[in-house]
């Protein structure tokens, strides 16, 4: 059993900063990637970036102003959003692909922490 902890959404002004936390926590042998995704109301869900063996990978409208890091060792990844607009407003899942002890890999998600960003 895996699951992903999330904190550090909240309300925000326009040109403001946040930063994101998310831990996994259970059965875990090894995290293949891990990174944040959004969903903005009436909006599919949409990789924001991820992280894995040290490359970073991000959405071409947060390149620049967000930042991805990961801490193997406390199983951890940060997204620290900067400048942030209006329309980064959603729901930001943590997503982490995992191995389990048992030697399953598995896909596993956040519940998801809202950001809001006020103009």
């Known amino acids: 059993q895996v699951q992903l902890v999330e904190s550090g959404g909240g309300l925000v002004q326009a040109a403001g900063s946040l930063r994101l936390s998310c831990e996994a926590r259970g059965s875990i042998f090894s995290i293949n990637s891990m990174g944040w995704y959004r969903q903005a109301p009436g909006k599919q869900r949409e990789l924001v970036a991820d992280?894995?063996?040290?490359?970073?990978h991000y959405a071409d409208s947060v390149q620049g102003r967000f930042t991805i890091s990961r801490d193997n060792a406390k199983n951890s990844v940060y997204l620290q959003m900067n400048s942030l607009k209006p329309e980064d407003t959603a729901l930001y899942y943590c997503?982490?692909?995992?191995?389990?002890?048992?030697?399953?890999?598995?896909?596993?998600w956040g519940q998801g922490t809202q950001v809001t960003v006020s103009s």
């Open positions: 997503n982490a692909k995992v191995v389990s002890l048992k030697g399953f890999s598995g896909d596993y």
């Open positions: 992280i894995a063996s040290g490359r970073t």
